[in-house]
């Protein structure tokens, strides 16, 4: 009976000292891994500093935009392929050699590393690829410095080219310098001339990042500035998501959009950035699903659907969102613009939670938008209607009305909703009455300044109109 006991306190014993600490360890590695994961969720839904300071630049062998990338992704740093990456030297060549042989690969990382800076002619990178593309910009990237530089027999219409992609990353810890200033300074350019005018020249000028009938694209972390015309412009693109970037131009440099999207659909773009010359976003025709969330915009022309009809043309948006942002020092807040004579639709938009701050023109609707004093009166028109505008808060320049509501004679603009709009004068207690012409809708809640131009119902030459829906 006596070697039972001993027996059985053996076992224990022996289960005390080898099983226990194991099990210990494993629980404790499982919760190591619990507060990790919650930790880089905090992380992504931090909200965007105005300060141009960013988070550092991600790894290429980890990319936080592909939430299933691995370590199986083969790495192209542009310098094994003889890129210089000293300002001066022509790179274009081993850029498009290690783009080349990157999309021949399953998964791939194209890197350029920092601490260099590529000078890179025009060019565009072609697919479609065999597999998913990340291209990891750490260093500089920089163009050909002005229009004398520039190659005489490449296009002065863009810089950077992604035609026919798709699934690929444009993120990094990088810088893109457009090199805009001998652009912004042509003769030509409007705020060169005298009084404004234009001298009649060419006056071409490129965009420095375009993506072209391409769908699954995620740009991330990056800071571009001072692009000679447009910074970025997603052209018949699907599947759009646009995260923590930096956008910067000085306030008077000319059409230097910060992100242009046309035709295309499936738009994401978040907790970014812009500061320019002209509209922080700009929607042009054939654009839907469009979500815009986070952004800081100023100083600058502000956010924008358009414009929209020139040249008669038609154009057709719907479904987009505008939330959770705020504009500074812009000539314009939330706006849509349209030309005379052309047709179409704008509908299904709103504008939520945002914060105006020093804003000329907080809220606008422009259906008779022209460039010159010679644009005359049309019967046709892109028809507007189904706008939201919730949760609006800030100050406006006193110099004009904080909404402005210009609709077209002939299609009225239709199912305007306001509601929570607190707007007040940056200086001075003088409120401007707002502006409406021909335009319907309603009141959700009382406004500051108060409202009583919108018309009620709906239009009888709306309900009579014969256009064809989008």
Same mark, same amino acid.
């Given at each position: 009976?006596?070697?039972?006991?001993?027996?059985?306190?053996?076992?224990?014993?022996?289960?005390?000292?080898?099983?226990?600490?194991?099990?210990?360890?494993r629980?404790h590695?499982?919760?190591?891994?619990?507060?990790?994961?919650?930790h880089?969720?905090?992380?992504?839904?931090?909200p965007?500093?105005?300060s +141009?300071?960013l988070?550092p630049?991600?790894?290429?062998?980890?990319?936080?935009?592909?939430?299933?990338?691995?370590?199986?992704?083969?790495?192209?740093?542009?310098?094994?392929?003889?890129?210089?990456?000293?300002?001066?030297?022509?790179?274009?060549?081993?850029?498009?050699?290690?783009?080349?042989?990157?999309?021949q690969a399953?998964?791939a990382v194209?890197l350029?590393?920092?601490?260099f800076?590529?000078?890179?002619?025009?060019?565009?990178?072609?697919?479609?690829?065999?597999?998913?593309?990340v291209?990891q910009v750490?260093?500089?990237?920089?163009?050909?410095?002005?229009?004398?530089?520039w +190659?005489?027999?490449?296009?002065?219409?863009?810089?950077?080219?992604?035609?026919?992609?798709?699934e690929m990353?444009?993120?990094g810890?990088g810088?893109i310098?457009?090199?805009?200033?001998?652009?912004?300074?042509?003769?030509?350019?409007?705020?060169?001339?005298?009084?404004?005018?234009?001298?009649?020249?060419?006056?071409?000028?490129?965009?420095?990042?375009r993506?072209?009938?391409?769908?699954?694209?995620?740009?991330?972390?990056?800071?571009?500035?001072?692009s000679?015309?447009?910074?970025?412009?997603f052209d018949n693109? *699907?599947?759009?998501?646009?995260?923590?970037l930096?956008?910067t131009?000085?306030?008077?440099?000319?059409?230097?959009?910060g992100?242009?999207?046309?035709?295309?659909?499936?738009?994401e773009i978040?907790d970014s950035?812009?500061?320019?010359?002209?509209?922080?976003?700009?929607?042009?025709?054939?654009?839907?699903?469009?979500?815009?969330?986070?952004?800081?915009?100023?100083?600058?022309?502000g956010?924008s659907?358009?414009?929209?009809g020139?040249?008669n043309?038609?154009?057709?948006v719907?479904?987009?969102?505008?939330?959770?942002?705020?504009?500074k020092?812009?000539?314009?807040?939330?706006?849509?613009?349209?030309w005379?004579?052309?047709?179409?639709?704008?509908?299904?938009v709103?504008?939520?939670?945002?914060?105006?701050?020093?804003?000329r023109?907080?809220?606008?609707?422009?259906?008779?938008?022209?460039?010159?004093k010679?644009?005359?009166?049309?019967?046709?028109?892109?028809s507007?209607?189904?706008i939201?505008?919730?949760?609006i808060?800030?100050t406006?320049?006193?110099?004009?009305?904080?909404?402005?509501?210009?609709c077209?004679?002939?299609?009225?603009?239709?199912?305007?909703?306001?509601?929570?709009?607190?707007?007040?004068?940056?200086?001075?207690?003088?409120?401007?009455?707002p502006f409406?012409?021909n335009?319907y809708?309603?009141l959700?809640?009382?406004?500051?300044?108060? *409202?009583?131009?919108?018309?009620e119902?709906?239009?009888?030459?709306?309900?009579?109109?014969?256009?064809?829906?989008?």
């Open positions: 009976m006596a070697n039972c006991h001993v027996s059985r306190l053996i076992f224990c014993m022996y289960f005390i000292c080898f099983f226990l600490p194991s099990s210990q360890a629980w590695n499982h919760r190591k891994h619990k507060h990790t994961h919650h880089k969720v905090s992380q992504i839904s931090a965007p500093s105005p +141009p300071s988070p630049a991600p790894s290429p062998a980890n990319p936080p935009s592909d939430r299933n990338a691995n370590n199986t992704s083969t790495l192209f740093d542009v310098r094994k392929f003889g890129a210089v990456g000293d300002g001066m030297t022509d790179d274009t060549e081993p850029f498009k050699m290690a783009w080349d042989s990157a999309c399953d998964s194209i350029a590393p920092s601490g800076s590529f000078m890179i002619q025009p060019t565009i990178f072609t697919g479609p690829c065999e597999g998913r593309l291209f750490d260093g500089t990237l920089t163009p050909p410095d002005g229009p004398d530089s +190659p005489t027999n490449k296009s002065r219409h863009q810089w950077l080219v992604f035609y026919r992609i798709n990353s444009l993120q810890g810088v310098d457009g090199r805009g200033q001998k652009w912004w300074d042509l003769p030509c350019k409007p705020h060169k001339g005298i009084n404004g005018t234009r001298v009649p020249r060419p006056c071409d000028s490129p965009i420095a990042i993506f072209f009938v391409s769908s699954n694209l995620t740009v991330q972390g990056l800071r571009i500035k001072d000679p015309q447009f910074h970025f412009r693109c *699907v599947n759009v998501h646009v995260e923590s930096h956008i131009a000085p306030a008077l440099s000319p059409n230097t959009d992100i242009h999207v046309e035709n295309t659909s499936g738009v978040y950035v812009i500061s320019n010359g002209d509209d922080c976003i700009s929607i042009g025709s054939g654009c839907y699903d469009v979500d815009i969330r986070n952004l800081t915009c100023g100083p600058g022309h956010i659907i358009g414009s929209l020139n040249h043309s038609r154009a057709c719907s479904n987009i969102t505008v939330r959770d942002s705020v504009i020092a812009s000539d314009n807040g939330v706006r849509i613009k349209t005379q004579g052309g047709s179409g639709a704008v509908s299904g709103k504008f939520s939670n945002i914060h105006m701050v020093a804003v023109n907080p809220l606008i609707i422009d259906q008779f938008y022209c460039l010159t010679e644009c005359t009166n049309q019967t046709s028109a892109v507007v209607s189904d939201i505008y919730e949760s808060k800030g406006y320049d006193i110099g004009r009305p904080p909404m402005r509501f210009a077209s004679d002939s299609v009225p603009c239709a199912n305007i909703t306001l509601s929570d709009i607190e707007l007040l004068p940056a200086q001075g207690d003088i409120v401007h009455d409406c012409w335009a809708g309603q959700q809640t009382l406004t500051i300044p108060p *409202v009583s131009c919108l018309m119902g709906t239009p009888r030459s709306l309900l009579d109109n014969n256009m064809e829906s989008c």
